[in-house]
C-alpha cells in the first residue's frame, strides 16, 4: 500500500493541543506501518519550519522519531516541501532519512502515472500578494538575512505569519469552491491536455478532500488535510481512494 498525507501544520498555533495532534499522527504511522511500503508527505507537514545551520526547530520528538522507525524498517517516506515547510536544508534528509522533493514530480506507481505537488506556486493567477511572499520566501538571498535574525524572533515571526495566513482562509478552507475556481483542478485539466498519460494529480495545500474525474482515465486528488478534516489517500496498487481518520 502506498500512502498519502499532507497539511498537518504540526506546531500551529491555531491548535490548542499540539501533544494530541502529533499524537494523531504518530498513531496513524503506527497503523499503517503494518502494509505501507512508501509513503508521500505532500507538503505543510510543519506549520513552520526553519532549519540553521547547528540547530532545528524545537518540539516534533515522537513524530520525527516515529517517521525515523518507519524508515529504518524499509518504508520509503517522501517529504515534498509545502508553503510552510520549506526551509529544511539537509537534517530531515541526513538526520531522518526523508526523500525530499521541492519541485512536483511525475512518478510511476504500479503502473499508474501519478503527478505529485503540494500545490502552491503552479497556477499564473495566484494571487499576487501570494507569489511575491512565494518568491521572497524561496529566495537563498532572503533565507540568508532570516539565518542571521535571533530565533527566538525568527520562529515566534513565523508561528504567527502562518497563522495569520491560515486564518484568512479558514472560512474556505475545507469548501470545494467548484470545479471551475479551484485553481489546482484547473491547473490539472490544462496540464492533462499535453500530458494525457497522468492518470492522478495528487495535491495538497488546499485543504479539500476532493477526488474528481476530469478525463475518461484522469482524476484530480487533494488530500484535505490532517489537521481539522483528517484525511489521507490510499493506493493498493489498483485503485487509489481516500480515507478519513476513524476514532
Ligand atoms: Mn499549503
Redesign the pocket.
Known sequence: MIYFI??SHLGSRLVDDHKAHEKKFVDWLDQVKADATAIYMM??IFDFWFEYKTVVPKGFVRFLGKVAELIDAGIEIHFFT???DIWTFGYLENEVGLIVHRQPEVVVLGGKNFYLA???GLYTQEDTGFRIIRKIFHSSFAQKLFRLVPPQIGQGFGYNWSKNNRKKDLPNENKFLGEDREFLVVYSKQYAENHPEIDYFIY????IALDLQIKNNTRVVVLGDFVSIFSYGVFDGENFRLEFLED
Open positions: 499532507s497539511d507538503g505543510d509545502g508553503n510552510h503540494h500545490g502552491d495538497g495545500h488546499r485543504h
